[in-house]
């Protein structure tokens, strides 16, 4: 059934830098059918299972959390890179395959207890959802599970994620 989304994701070879096959979402998300069955496919495994917020990671996580938030009845939070978000900020940083980065998120964004999905549109090393699993738990929010439109399957992110639960509806 995720074949047909699977082939629509475009491959860029060598972006942003070379050696990285850069997964490109934007082919998927013009085109009306594929965008609704994605959203549809990801947001039924939720159904039922209470979510309060989902968290969208900058930038692409936004348009697949907002998505996922509308259907299933629930609040967007935003994590952004620093120095974007505009109220007191929780910060976690991060390393990349060459040096350090961060993400934020506003200190009310949480309130203890609350039930939270992570939403993303690639799950690859897992170094990014790891810090923003971080950020929620120090908050108090519930993780429920932790869902990407597609996961790089050889860069072995979801090892990294040990006490919560993973889905990616695309394996690549
Ligand atoms: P990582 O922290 O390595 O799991 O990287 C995940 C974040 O970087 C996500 O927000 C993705 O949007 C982005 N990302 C990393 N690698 C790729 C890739 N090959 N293609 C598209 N996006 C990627």
Same mark, same amino acid.
Not at 53 to 59: K, L, M, N, S
Not at 103 to 108: G, P, S
Not at 149 to 157: D, R, T, Y
């Given at each position: 059934m995720t074949e047909a989304?699977?082939?629509?994701?475009r491959d860029v070879p060598d972006?942003?830098?070379?050696?990285?096959?850069?997964?490109?979402?934007?082919?998927?998300?013009?085109?009306a059918a594929s965008f609704q069955k994605t @959203?549809?496919?990801?947001?039924?495994?939720? @159904?039922? /299972?209470? =979510?309060? !917020? @989902? !968290?969208? =990671? *900058? &930038?692409?996580?936004f348009i697949v959390g907002a998505a996922l938030a509308y259907k299933l009845g629930a609040g967007v939070i935003l994590v952004r890179k620093p120095g974007k978000l505009p109220?007191?900020?929780? /910060? &976690?940083?991060?390393?990349?395959?060459?040096? *350090?980065?961060a993400? *934020?998120?506003?200190?009310?964004a949480i309130t203890p207890g609350q039930k939270v999905l992570i939403a993303d549109d @690639?799950? &690859?090393t897992g170094g990014t959802v790891s810090a923003v699993i971080n950020l929620i738990e120090k908050m108090g929010g519930q993780i429920v599970e932790c869902a990407f439109?597609?996961? =790089? *399957? &050889?860069?072995?992110?979801r090892s990294k994620i040990k006490n919560h639960p993973v889905f990616s509806l695309i394996k690549f």
């Open positions: 989304l699977k082939k629509i994701i972006f942003p830098k070379k050696g990285i096959l850069f997964k490109d979402i934007t082919t998927l998300l013009k085109d @959203v549809d496919l990801m947001s039924h495994r939720y @159904v039922g /299972k209470h =979510i309060d !917020v @989902v !968290v969208g =990671i *900058e &930038a692409r996580g109220h007191k900020t929780h /910060k &976690a940083s991060y390393k990349l395959e060459y040096g *350090e980065d993400l *934020e998120i506003h200190q009310d @690639v799950l &690859a439109l597609s996961e =790089i *399957e &050889a860069l072995g992110g």
